[in-house]
Nanobody, 118 residues
Framework: QVQLVESGGGLVQAGGSLRLSCAASGRTSSDPMGWFRQAPGKERDFVAAIYWNGAYYEDSVKGRFTISRDNAKNTVYLRMNSLKPEDTAVYYC??????????????WGRGTQVTVSS
């Protein structure tokens, strides 16, 4: 059974940084993992994924966000720098798969709120 628990969200000023963590169980170090986010009134959108062959990012976060993993701790991270008010959302960790070039979530955590004030 896959279990994902996020932590690290909070309130930060624009230009600031946060690091989200996702403790994962039921996944191997070779399985792809990702982050999605959902702003109020909007759909849940892909943010980043990490796989054996690299990391993948949504265009608006490229150069600002970094996804990484510590296989010994079964933990996936999302380092977010230069945060903007439009990054405000609930961030979800997900066990992902790639279907026709699109990352989709197969299992989800409960999410952690990130709020960026202007």
């Amino acid at each position: 059974q896959v279990q994902l628990v996020e932590s690290g969200g909070g309130l930060v000023q624009a230009g600031g940084s946060l690091r989200l963590s996702c403790a994962a169980s039921g996944r191997t170090s070779s399985d792809p993992m990702g982050w999605f986010r959902q702003a109020p009134g909007k759909e849940r959108d892909f943010v980043a994924a990490i796989y054996w062959n690299g990391a993948y990012y949504e265009d608006s976060v490229k150069g600002r966000f970094t996804i990484s993993r510590d296989n010994a701790k079964n933990t996936v991270y999302l380092r977010m720098n230069s945060l903007k008010p439009e990054d405000t959302a609930v961030y979800y960790c997900a066990a992902v798969s790639n279907v026709a070039g699109r990352w989709i979530g197969d299992y989800w955590g409960r999410g952690t709120q990130v709020t960026v004030s202007s």
